[in-house]
């Protein structure tokens, strides 16, 4: 019988970040460092405000852009990083995934080009190809940064719509400096293309100011900004994220979600609200706990002889495995085997991954005391 699905759902793989995760629940004593679920509570405030909500009878859909009151929040917070988006430029999204989704689906045409970085979270390359548009990869340097030269190489060549950034970056926890915002700005303004930039973690960001293509106004028109709140309060299960645009994408935007989810959870809206108003001592404690680990694995990674950049946002580390001439699967699925310790290729991040290997530290100091020191022992043997 032949397949009924569309050509560009087959071909798109699962998340190998997922898969990775699956195999770990079958393997007795596993430590798995797989996903980006952090190990901390919601915030208390936020908690609170969600069974409140229930307990009101907040319970029916909202808007579907959104309660007012979280994206009056939202447009207030931005403003503090001098990303200036009114609440009527904000669609609340189911998560950030629903974001993502929403703005691919309302800005590509079949054939579209869309220029995405490599190694890269795995989303942006399948959502192009479900809705039929044309992945143009673009390798980033060693230092997972943008190489300018050959980005404009590839504008001029490619001439893409739509490029996407993707800061504080998961798997490599790079984030956008302020000389590559400024070069970036430049490019943008002269050329005919369509920025979306994922900031899902810029709560997540270890120096000292926040950097963002969305904070030039003059060149606002060409700048979506996907983010929400799923890994600022701990929240990955409630669901919500946002997207910010002007006014003739985001009504774009808001017709697509429209007809696919009609509005976002309306109680977890109301937790996320609370946490913008009352809550940001709670991600000022996690981010700092973040560091904590971030400062633990890194050290540990370069104590084992193993090439790694140091994070600088997000909560990932990207260690090269390049010296074993091994390809990462292999080497996970041999690590998961023999070690008992689940991480993610970094095949599964693109082309640009290869040679990588992805690991989450928010999880437990112990977890990954006992993860890297598993690691440890199993990398003797390459060496
Ligand atoms: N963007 C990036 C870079 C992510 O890492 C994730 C989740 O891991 C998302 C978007 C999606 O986030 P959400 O769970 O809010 O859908």
Do not use: W
């Not at 430049?186 to 810029?202: F, G, L, P, R, T």
Request: aromatic letters at 12%; charged letters at 25%.
């Amino acid at each position: 019988m032949s397949t009924k699905i569309s050509n560009n759902v087959e071909n798109v793989e699962l998340s190998g970040i997922r898969k990775f995760y699956n195999k770990v629940l079958k393997v007795d004593n596993a430590v798995s460092l797989t996903l980006g679920q952090p190990d901390f509570q919601v915030p208390l405030k936020a908690k609170e405000a969600m069974i409140q909500a229930i307990m009101d009878g907040k319970t029916t859909y909202t808007s579907n852009a959104g309660i007012m009151e979280l994206r009056e929040e939202i447009s207030k917070y931005l403003n503090e990083f001098n990303i200036n988006f009114n609440a009527d430029e904000i669609c609340i999204t189911v998560g950030g995934s629903e974001g993502l989704f929403a703005t691919f689906t309302a800005l590509i045409n079949t054939g579209d080009k869309v220029l995405i970085p490599t190694p890269a979270y795995p989303a942006y390359e399948s959502c192009v190809k479900i809705l039929g548009g044309q992945v143009i990869d673009f390798q980033l340097n060693d230092q997972f940064n943008i190489d300018f030269d050959k980005l404009k190489e590839i504008i001029c060549r490619e001439k893409p719509k739509i490029m996407v950034l993707s800061y504080p970056c998961n798997p490599t926890g790079a984030v956008l400096t302020e000389k590559d915002r400024n070069e970036l700005y430049e490019i943008i303004k002269k050329e005919d293309i369509i920025v979306v930039s994922d900031e899902m973690y810029s709560s997540i960001y270890f120096g000292d100011k926040y950097y963002s293509i969305a904070q030039y106004n003059d060149i606002k028109d060409k700048v979506i900004l996907v983010s929400g709140f799923s890994k600022m309060f701990s929240m990955t299960g409630l669901r919500i994220g946002y997207v910010c645009a002007r006014k003739e994408y985001i009504d774009s935007i808001v017709k697509v979600h429209q007809y696919n989810v009609s509005c976002a959870p309306s109680i977890a809206q109301y937790a996320a609200c609370e946490g913008l108003k009352n809550c940001l001592q709670d991600v000022e404690y996690m981010k700092n706990e973040f560091k904590k680990r971030r400062d633990y694995v890194y050290n540990r990674l370069v104590d084992m002889g193993l090439d790694v950049n140091m994070p600088k946002g997000a909560f990932y580390i990207f260690p090269s495995i390049k010296k074993f001439k091994i390809r990462s699967e292999e080497f996970c699925e041999k690590l998961l085997n023999e070690a008992k310790v689940a991480i993610v290729p970094g095949s599964a991040f693109g082309n640009g991954g290869e040679g990588y290997i992805r690991m989450s530290y928010c999880y437990s100091m112990n977890e990954l005391e006992e993860a890297l020191n598993r690691l440890e022992k199993f990398i003797s043997q390459f060496l």
